[in-house]
């Protein structure tokens, strides 16, 4: 019930702030029309590979600002009525589902611009949400250490990158299977290791964070 009432907060400032998400969806919108403009027809491999650089980047800006807002204003409220762990599952599951909504999106955006020929099904969405959870776990847990640094977008591009990359390098070859049409067993199995991370970052998170959070 807690972690309710802790998601229904984070929706409802998202709601009063709405320029947090629009700046998301400008970035989104801007970077996918260079990559229309300098590239013009492009292959689904390349294609594939902006896709994952771009939703990396959406999931960087996404997480830097999650503890923003809780630091400057809550933050003796939250150390006072919630555990670390109940805090870190309401920014977990939020930052899923705003990369899911950003993900599907970018995903519009480049069918209009950058059109490819095979057919994205259900496949893809099924991807996105496991990758969407090991991005969401991995940079909220950063984007809290970082928040309590002088140097936080620093903090969170030292943090961050090497532990999503391991993340983006599966999430690329799983899509590549869906682009290249392979049946199901095949992306199935492509999806094994990024299923595997995303149950080490929580296990990661899970240990260090009740440390961190006494610090």
Same mark, same amino acid.
């Given at each position: ?13 998202? $709601?009063?702030? !709405? ?24 292959? !689904? ?37 919630? =555990? !670390? ?29 950058? !059109? ?7 496949? $893809? ?14 940079? =909220? ?25 391991? %993340? ?11 682009? =290249? ?29 009740? %440390?961190?959070?006494?610090?």
């Amino acid at each position: 019930m807690q972690i309710f009432h802790l998601l229904q907060k984070e929706v409802i400032s998202e $709601w009063r702030n !709405p320029f947090q998400i629009g700046g998301l969806i400008s970035f989104l919108a801007g970077v996918s029309f260079l990559v229309y403009f300098f590239s013009g027809n492009i292959e !689904p491999k390349v294609w594939n590979l902006l896709y994952w650089l771009v939703f990396l980047f959406l999931s960087f800006f996404s997480a830097a600002r999650v503890y923003e807002e809780d630091n400057i204003k809550y933050r003796i409220y939250n150390l006072t009525l919630y =555990s !670390p762990m109940q805090l870190f599952l309401a920014k977990w599951i939020f930052l899923t589902l705003t990369l899911m909504v950003l993900g599907i999106l970018l995903l519009f955006v480049y069918n209009i611009l950058l !059109p490819i020929e095979k057919g994205l099904h259900l496949s $893809w969405l099924f991807l996105l949400t496991l990758v969407s959870l090991g991005f969401a776990c991995l940079t =909220s847990f950063t984007s809290f250490i970082a928040s309590h640094g002088n140097s936080r977008q620093m903090l969170m591009v030292v943090i961050t990158l090497p532990l999503c990359f391991p %993340l983006l390098g599966t999430a690329f070859a799983c899509s590549a299977a869906i682009l =290249s049409g392979n049946d199901l067993n095949v992306i199935l199995t492509k999806s094994y290791p990024i299923i595997a991370i995303d149950l080490f970052a929580f296990a990661f998170v899970l240990i260090l964070l009740p %440390l961190s959070w006494k610090n």
